[in-house]
């Protein structure tokens, strides 16, 4: 038997990308009851329609920065909550931070007074732009903190920060997944993140608006790797941060020419002016995650741009969105 089965786990930010998925593997796992908590302030409850059949779903209409208490045990606290694509935070720069700081503490909170086990989404970008290349957990990351990102940027390393220190004070047992881009079903088409810009360009028949000269990198993980990824490390004892991201490395161009074979063709590359403070290369070091966990992916990027193209094209062909595998 898994390590979830039985428990009472609450989910925040379940609405979202990433939350929704990790709120259905957590049923899958036999969870006995799972909570979302979410303010939708980048979630669409179009996210939850699978996991509301299941009588073990609840889904909670929440801010995180107020407070908020809950009856009974509670094993396990994910915390997802963030808005998280680069156009999103410039958008919501103070309830970043707020979700980032107040939100974060009350998850802590709760875990405390619960005695569960808190685990936070931390990102890459704790790692700034950075100048150590692929990056490990030791570095401390080189980031700008008053940039168009730090909203975003600080607000996670100071997640980090008071997640320590409630481990320290307060020994509440503590996980930290900085989680490197990541792609899949149930990103928004407009969230001007790179794999749904990109895919919505080629399924509209629009040019790819390639930012910079395209050399940057990125090494893009597929949803079901890195929700393995972190349940692993919810279940384990490690309390160090782990890096979860694939370690293939590609420029954004050559990531635009396998949208293109993808897509059998079509779209040609506009350039457009780089944004400030966009990080130059990113790839995670999964040492840490390969030795601790026994993590790996397993998607190759080919097999996960092809389910993420066909959730896009049924997206934009059917007002609901389809059930994903
Ligand atoms: P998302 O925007 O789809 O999901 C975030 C969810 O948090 C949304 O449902 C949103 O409504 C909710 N939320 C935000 N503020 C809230 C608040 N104050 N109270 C309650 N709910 C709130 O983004 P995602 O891609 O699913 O990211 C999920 C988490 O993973 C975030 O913490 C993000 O920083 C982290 N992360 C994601 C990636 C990635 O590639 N997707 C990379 C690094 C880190
Ligand atoms: N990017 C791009 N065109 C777009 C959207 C993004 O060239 O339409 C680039 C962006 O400048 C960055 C990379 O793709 O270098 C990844 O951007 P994304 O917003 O997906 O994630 P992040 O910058 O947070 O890694």
Redesign the pocket.
Same mark, same amino acid.
């Given at each position: 038997m898994n390590r979830i089965h039985g428990k009472r786990i609450i989910v925040?930010?379940g609405?979202?990308?990433? @939350?929704s998925h990790l709120c259905e593997r957590l049923l899958a796992d036999g969870a006995s009851e799972v909570v979302s908590? %979410? #303010? =939708?302030? /980048? @979630?669409d409850a179009r996210n939850l329609v699978e996991p509301r059949k299941d009588g073990r779903f609840v889904s909670l209409h929440? %801010?995180?920065?107020e407070p908020f208490a809950f009856e009974g045990p509670v094993d396990f606290v994910f915390n997802?909550?963030?808005?998280?694509?680069p156009i %999103?935070y410039a958008q919501l720069p103070i +309830?970043t931070l707020?979700?980032g700081s107040i939100?974060t503490e009350n998850g802590l909170r709760l875990a405390q007074n619960k005695g569960a086990v808190f685990l936070q989404?931390? /990102?890459? +970008?704790i790692y700034g732009d950075p100048l150590v290349h692929p990056q490990r957990e030791e570095y401390w990351g080189n980031v700008n903190p008053i940039g168009p990102r730090s909203c975003y940027d600080e607000a996670?390393r100071y997640g980090e920060a008071i997640v320590a220190a409630y481990r320290r004070a307060h020994e509440v047992r503590t996980r930290i997944v900085r989680? =490197? #881009? /990541?792609y899949g079903p149930r990103m928004r088409l407009n969230d001007g993140r790179v794999v749904p810009a990109f895919v919505g360009q080629a399924l509209r028949g629009e040019d790819f608006t390639v930012f910079g000269d395209g050399s940057q990198t990125r090494s893009f993980c597929y949803v079901s790797d890195l929700i393995d990824g972190i349940v692993r490390l919810a279940v384990s004892d490690v309390e160090e941060p782990v890096n979860i991201g694939n370690p293939r490395e590609m420029t954004i161009l050559q990531f635009a020419e396998a949208v293109r074979a993808a897509m059998g063709g079509g779209s040609r590359i506009t350039f457009q002016p780089l944004p400030k403070d966009d990080p130059k290369q990113r790839q995670p070091d999964i040492t840490r995650a390969r030795q601790l966990l026994g993590w790996e992916p397993r998607v190759a990027l080919e097999d996960g741009l092809r389910e993420t193209i066909a959730y896009f094209r049924r997206l934009t062909e059917h007002s609901d969105p389809p059930r994903t595998s």
């Open positions: 925040l930010g609405a979202g990308f990433l @939350g908590v %979410d #303010n =939708f302030i /980048t @979630g929440h %801010d995180i920065t997802m909550a963030s808005p998280a694509s %999103d +309830e707020r979700v939100g989404a931390s /990102t890459s +970008e996670k989680i =490197f #881009n /990541t």
